[in-house]
């Protein structure tokens, strides 16, 4: 494979205009501040109109069907699972997709919905075949971006593409992420021994992207790196834009997704039973028992309030005389704080703590961000959960070490948090490794992420940096120096094992009104008090962690996988931008205003890690969530905490959440571990543990992938799922080929 | 006060004709088995419609309320709260309900909200008077059964029922209950030292109520022992039932129960923010420590269902070579009867034990009832859940023992578990008792209350009883002779001591089409195979428990509590019953169905023990159940668990009860104490343990019993709920004395 970032050229003066012209409406609809009634979910609770739905599906079910063939052309073969063979390609390279197959693997026998006779969907087939089109359009593109940066892109995706584009899909493509395997037994995971050597690369930053030269002196750019070039992204966006703003693609994705909705619905109605009989027949193996990964948590609210309050006592129980802080040069002891804070740590409560979002932080992220600091003040969140204070963050340190001790107690639960990097200065990575070594903070049940605060407009009015570029330089170049020599930066390295992802997080119900253009300045001219917008973010973001997966792939280090909050509010065009840039998201609530956009992360089984508790709390009612209707659909869904601190009540929030999320959508064992399933595969566990957790094949894609013995998820669902969504592809495929004739 | 029965006689053909009308078309609603859609809940979910409401709340708040005074009469007298004094009775003898009374007893000041200017329903002022007058009726019958029977009536209501009919309420009238106290330090629960002598009473069953008899030869009755009297509770029903059918009535409680939500809607925007700060200002009492009990839980499924799999495998590793059963004369191990089963301990999962009720329960109370046998097989059920099996209930007390120790380690975790007595044999509460004694299954964070189900008709199909009298005589006639003579029942009389109440159970959507009337057959000549209605049960278990407690009360003993489930499902004339009859209920859904009822239940404060988890299997989806209504309309609300095995999924059930209810109906810190607040008061915890969980002035009505430190709820809550509560039984008195002038 070429190590090069292919270019395009932009000519189009009409796709930039149109694109424009989309995204001033994204921002414009947005504007409207009734952001509620945006997401076009039905009033009714869910749970509400189920009965009368299976009443009418069943109806449905009986009678056949009789579609009106509105404009049909000449696709004429019946595009739902064709039980034998699939006409694409040859047999031998074809994904899993037949019935016929799925027996091979150990699927039991099951009542599968089938829609023969000819294609209708009321579209006429020029439109279908122009939504086809641009649909594999979009998903070449991401997985394009994919492949650059070793992150991942289902292989029966790119099968059904190469199809399209009458090419062969070979094996050798498919591009996976490095994670740092667990340690072996013995081994010591902060250990500084070992580290590679010196490439003596001088990395220096051009217009927001870190890149390599052979040495100081030496201006040679190292050539087999694939830099990104601004303009082919731009381009690549605009397209996306379009397609997201046409009428027949979104005519046609809506349609999808109703379909598939309704299809769910039927293999439930149909399967439900023979699932359910499939899970009961597994020995040992239930729900309390699968694996199941807290995909999206802030390390700095991973414990719950009453967790955090019983710390705090703790804390001054024993360490009432110890200084914890230097103000104006006078050193104070924890009694002292708390004197001066007038408050007496055993007269504290969870309701003086005041760290729990209530009623009030509804519609208020400002209001939800103050929550992080106890009885209101600062001193105290920066003592207990913050890693650089004057105690070198020992409590934060405990604390996090409490929670991974429960996870491990639990013994099947995992969590992945999030720890901050603000790119105020070049210093922050080295203070976190070596907060990181200092306290050991490790647990085969803990999982590191780093999250970076999209709050440039913050520092630069504070002047505590000059321009956009500074805050990337801080925030990446450290990351470059560590992998190109280790020996040089033994505790980053170290810690840098151990971090499996990045993310990008704030508001983003605020937005900037800028719109990321070949037009806007780069970074280093970047200097104004606003806020670039959350394109703009991604993609500095997305280049910089490509750049540096491919040096560090090159060095046989593990890589890291891009997944920012993405859609919990703000415009569609952060979810454009996700899908071209990362590996999953967190939230992707506004998946429900856009239906090509959720088609295409449907198509290309893009996960989301979604928190309903933390969405309750902020930005939609809890029985509005499309949780529920994203899941029948087929979209890749986890479920995670967020903010156990701030949403939940109990010892073990991700179970809270598991549990109200079965009690209000009447999930099944099925639907539950399906979704504990999905949060392994979308974690950044590494292969070894991924094995472990789920067995020996689950890279593979459909039942063959799926152990039942360790993942509990019935392989009727498994394999209605795979065949439903070959079929959606193949349905696309057909069409486009079609066009050729 | 005279200890007798008040009797009244029918002579009103009229007043029973209107009755069986109304009680046959209650029937006849029902019938038409669209249970669901009778709940007139919103179709919305209640969270969301509350921005909508609280902004035209906002409006009417702003706006000075101009009511159409349709019909007015001349009640020109102000109804809400009037500070400074009431004009009814004297001031030093009325309760506390003004907002300057409210100001001694140390509650922050708050916005009242106030309706000023005359009185204006939309009624005529006849009809309302007339509904006033009816309501008072009804609560008047309530005050005389609770009295008569040593259950709880509010004296705040007795007081004004006094002023209506110009009498001064005296507080000698008030009745209480007498509950067994905890045991004193090194005193034993379960010694048997000490009983109390023998009376030489003899007990015969007459017409379905025990008698007592001077001597087995003497028939002299016992006369001071309050008899009930048929004929006159059977007018008394239909004078209520008239009632609820009766039309300005319903419109008057429907008005006023809307009235009484908007209020609170808007007490809650004015104050919300108030309530908080007092709440936050209480050291160290939170929402994690104040007392909550689980006013409604079966014993046989109070272990959860992951707990209930951990003591299958634990007994298995104990005990496989032991002998469990006896079959056919043959001695079973525990081996044994898992090989019959052809299943292996270790192979379980919560899946295959299948005791959790999943989708397929709604609405099928049948297939719930079969969710308590442990992977279907009743020998499970047996061994593990049953008090009376080869092994003499060993491994069930050890589950509950678990359970106990479970709360007691959570410390302000209270439950009341289900013990069941079935009426089969008059030796069923002897073995119960040696149960009890046996395993000394005793907590201070339990209480005992015995269930007796409605299966007459399965008994009786099954030859084992020959009528209805016989399943009286073998659940009351053993309760009466350890009353009696306590030496010869020394164990069933010490279990007795910790029994506080009796529940009726069954699936209440099944009902016999028989009316309770003097007609009715008298329990020794009900042999046929129908089971008896509601009422009827209700009738003989009231009768049985009222002559009881006096017997007891005479005796220095404890008495018991009528708590049946009431209003699950069914026709709405079974919570008439449970209005005459019972200290409390379970569920109460189906006040929604009738205003009338509802604001009885609010005017008497009946306490209700919801499960809106229960429900979400069974009955009711979540986001419809009314409790949030409820509890916004001030009637008395707690949460229970119902059957944690079935329903729950964490290790605490009843906190997971609470965290869901908090997070999808968005309750705040105050509304969850004020929740637990109810749950201990409507407890069959003694006056000792309250004093304990609540303070000193548990016992006054209003914010002057309300003890914040211990309690958690904000004196602001509790004075608005009085002074809300005052001015409707103040504007019923109102309307009742203006007739008079």
């Excluded at 409207?32 to 299976?54: H, M, N, Y």
């Excluded at 397209?239 to 349609?255: C, E, N, Q, W, Y």
């Excluded at 439900?272 to 239930?286: F, G, S």
């Amino acid at each position: 494979m070429e190590k090069s970032f292919p270019k395009s050229l932009i000519e189009d003066d009409h796709l930039r205009e149109v694109a424009e012209r989309v995204f001033a409406s994204a921002l414009g609809s947005e504007d409207s501040k009734v952001e509620l009634s945006l997401f076009d979910v039905a009033v009714d609770c869910p749970i509400g109109d189920r009965e009368a739905k299976e009443r009418e599906l069943m109806k449905v079910a009986v009678e056949p069907t009789r579609g009106k063939t509105t404009g049909r052309k000449h696709l004429l073969r019946s595009f739902t699972v064709d039980p034998g063979l699939s006409q694409v390609g040859t047999l031998d390279s074809v994904p899993l997709v037949s019935s016929a197959k799925s027996a091979l693997v150990n699927v039991p026998d099951f009542q599968r919905v089938a829609i023969t006779g000819d294609y209708a969907t009321g579209l006429s087939m020029e439109d279908v075949q122009h939504a086809a089109k641009g649909l594999f359009q979009a998903m070449a593109i991401r997985e394009k971006y994919m492949r650059l940066s070793f992150q991942r892109f289902p292989c029966t995706t790119s099968f059904y593409l190469r199809c399209s584009e009458n090419e062969r899909w070979k094996e050798e493509d498919q591009v996976l992420p490095t994670f740092t395997p667990p340690p072996k037994p013995n081994e010591d995971p902060f250990s500084t021994e070992g580290a590679p050597d010196n490439l003596g690369y001088t990395a220096r930053m051009n217009d927001g992207v870190v890149h390599l030269y052979r040495s100081q002196e030496n201006d040679a750019q190292i050539y087999n790196l694939p830099y990104p070039h601004l303009e082919t992204f731009i381009t690549d966006m605009n397209v996306l834009l379009m397609l997201i703003a046409d009428g027949p693609t979104k005519t046609f994705s809506h349609r999808r997704l109703k379909f598939l909705e309704s299809k769910f619905h039927l293999h439930e109605m149909l399967n439900e039973m023979a699932e359910l009989k499939e899970v009961k027949a597994i020995p040992h193996r239930d729900f309390y028992n699968v694996r199941k990964v807290d995909t999206h948590i802030h390390a700095a609210a991973c414990m719950n309030q009453k967790h955090l309050l019983r710390f705090i006592k703790k804390s001054y129980r024993v360490d009432a005389d110890r200084v914890v802080r230097v103000k104006d040069g006078q050193p104070i002891t924890l009694e002292g704080l708390f004197n001066s804070l007038h408050l007496h740590p055993y007269d504290l409560t969870v309701d003086s703590l005041d760290v729990h979002a209530g009623r009030q932080t509804f519609h208020r992220f400002d209001k939800f961000n103050s929550k992080y600091n106890p009885v209101g003040a600062s001193e105290l969140r920066e003592l207990y959960l913050k890693t650089d204070n004057y105690m070198e963050g020992e409590y934060f340190a405990h604390i996090i070490k409490e929670v991974a001790s429960d996870l491990e107690d639990s013994r099947y639960q995992h969590a992945e948090p999030r720890l901050s990097i603000y790119g105020r200065s070049p210093d922050e990575w080295n203070s976190l490794a070596c907060w990181f070594l200092k306290f050991r903070v490790h647990s085969p049940n803990i999982r590191w992420t780093i999250q970076i605060p999209r709050i440039y407009d913050i520092f630069r009015s504070k002047n505590v940096i000059s321009s956009f570029g500074e805050m990337l330089k801080n925030i990446f170049l450290p990351l470059f120096e560590a992998t190109v020599n280790p020996q040089k930066h033994k505790k980053l390295h170290v810690f840098l094992k151990h971090v499996t992802g990045f993310d990008s997080v704030d508001d983003e119900s605020k937005h900037s009104g800028h719109m990321f253009s070949t037009k806007s300045s780069k970074p280093d001219e970047w200097t104004t008090e606003k806020n670039p917008s959350y394109t703009y973010y991604m993609y500095y973001m997305y280049s910089n962690i490509m750049v540096l997966n491919n040096l560090r792939r090159e060095r046989g280090m593990n890589t890291y996988q891009f997944r920012p909050h993405c859609g919990e509010a703000g415009a569609v065009t952060h979810l454009l931008a996700a899908f071209m840039t990362s590996d999953n998201i967190s939230h992707g609530l506004n998946l429900k205003k856009s239906p090509v956009l959720q088609f295409l992360f449907y198509l290309a089984q893009i996960p989301i890690a979604m928190s309903p508790l933390s969405n309750n709390s902020l930005f939609l009612e809890y029985a509005k969530n499309p949780l529920p209707e994203f899941l029948q659909k087929g979209l890749c869904i986890s479920l995670s905490t967020d903010d156990p601190m701030q949403f939940h009540y109990t010892k073990e929030p991700l179970m809270e959440e598991y549990a109200i999320a079965a009690q209000v959508w009447k999930l099944s064992t099925c639907d539950m571990c399906e979704i504990s399933r999905n949060s392994v595969l979308q974690s950044g566990y590494s292969h070894e543990d991924k094995v472990i957790f789920l067995g020996q094949n689950y890279l593979k894609e459909g039942p063959e992938g799926n152990d039942i013995r360790k993942s509990n998820v019935a392989q009727i669902r498994v394999a209605y799922r795979y065949e439903t969504w070959c079929s959606e592809l193949a349905l696309l495929t057909d069409a486009i080929k079609c066009t050729d004739d």
